[in-house]
């Protein structure tokens, strides 16, 4: 890794987004649903992006990317349109541009393991147009923000793409999302009390299977049979119904309701294709089930690696509990602890 020589930038500009679990409903904020309801939480720990602003003159490369989790520093060629080492990142600077006359030094850095399946590259992209925004007056909306993503992975990279997690990323908290003609979508966001808020938060766990998830030839079979079945298939209605009983459940702080809506939208992604739920979910869905645990959601749109994440009951020493005998299942099951995001992208100077 080369390091080009510091020295003191002009502006540093930060941005944070925090990234998504227990979107009940996924799958259906996507094309082939044509419209969808998505149920999502926004969680820290947060994406950073971290950006250096030089005179042009000052630097010998105009854009350097530090990716710090992978231990990359290098440059990105202005007005490339073909990207290799890190697609979605180039491709969002590419989409944003930077003003002829600064140069830039972009650190981007995630607690998340990579191919978490919680919406961490949604949040990094959003965090990254979030702060070279901050380059021109800074005039984007969270929403413009959230769409600019989407374009980047849809239209630029061409990637198979729903909308709820660069809109979680972007609002961040409790949020039900309506999409009425894809991809367009209001953003409800869930006001609860205090109390039940910090119930809601003390209650979850989020789990990394130990793999990251892979985009699979299963997704393709799933997305082909929905070209086949049409917007209404009946596993699209069920997951929408998730949404909406996972909004009512939160409202009315009834967990054991919310419990089973997570349960529910889990049993609908194995509908749409057995090997969205792999084996290793299958495990420690069942550890979590004879332990206690009244919910399990499969992050994401399923699949072999990921995350999960549960809702326990209301003893604290009985949550611990399920996390003992879900790391002693396998060992390469990670707890992570979240917290709910009371913001969603931050940028600041």
Request: aromatic letters at 8%; hydrophobic letters at 40%; charged letters at 20%.
């Amino acid at each position: 890794m080369t390091v080009e020589q510091p020295d003191q930038p002009m502006r540093v500009i930060n941005s944070v987004a925090p990234v998504r679990i227990c979107d009940n409903g996924g799958w259906t904020d996507t094309w082939f649903a044509e419209k969808g309801e998505v149920f999502n939480i926004g969680v820290y720990p947060y994406v950073e992006v971290q950006i250096k602003v030089y005179p042009v003159e000052h630097r010998e490369h105009r854009i350097t990317l530090y990716v710090e989790n992978y231990g990359e520093m290098y440059a990105v060629a202005g007005g490339q349109t073909e990207w290799e080492r890190h697609p979605l990142l180039e491709a969002a600077i590419h989409y944003m541009g930077v003003p002829d006359n600064l140069a830039l030094q972009i650190t981007i850095f995630s607690e998340v393991p990579a191919g978490c399946s919680t919406g961490t590259s949604a949040a990094i992209t959003v965090a990254l147009i979030g702060a070279l925004d901050r380059l021109t007056p800074g005039t984007m909306t969270p929403h413009q923000v959230a769409y600019a993503a989407h374009r980047v992975e849809t239209e630029l990279l061409k990637l198979q793409s729903g909308i709820q997690d660069q809109l979680c990323a972007a609002y961040g908290g409790i949020n039900y999302i309506e999409m009425f003609e894809y991809p367009h979508a209001s953003v409800s966001q869930i006001q609860i009390p205090n109390s039940l808020w910090w119930e809601l938060e003390r209650r979850l766990v989020l789990f990394f299977l130990g793999k990251a998830h892979q985009s699979s030839s299963v997704h393709e079979q799933v997305i082909h049979r929905f070209e086949a079945a049409g917007s209404d298939h009946t596993t699209l209605d069920k997951l929408r119904r998730t949404a909406q009983q996972s909004r009512d459940a939160v409202y009315a702080g009834d967990w054991n309701a919310f419990g089973r809506a997570m349960i529910a939208n889990t049993e609908a992604q194995a509908e749409l294709h057995p090997a969205l739920i792999c084996d290793d979910a299958h495990l420690l869905i069942d550890v979590a089930r004879r332990n206690g645990a009244i919910g399990w959601k499969v992050n994401g749109a399923g699949g072999d690696g990921g995350s999960i994440t549960l809702l326990c009951g209301p003893t604290s020493s009985d949550k611990r509990q399920i996390i003992r005998a879900v790391q002693e299942a396998n060992p390469l099951f990670r707890n992570l602890p979240i917290y709910l995001s009371r913001f969603g992208l931050r940028v600041w100077e």
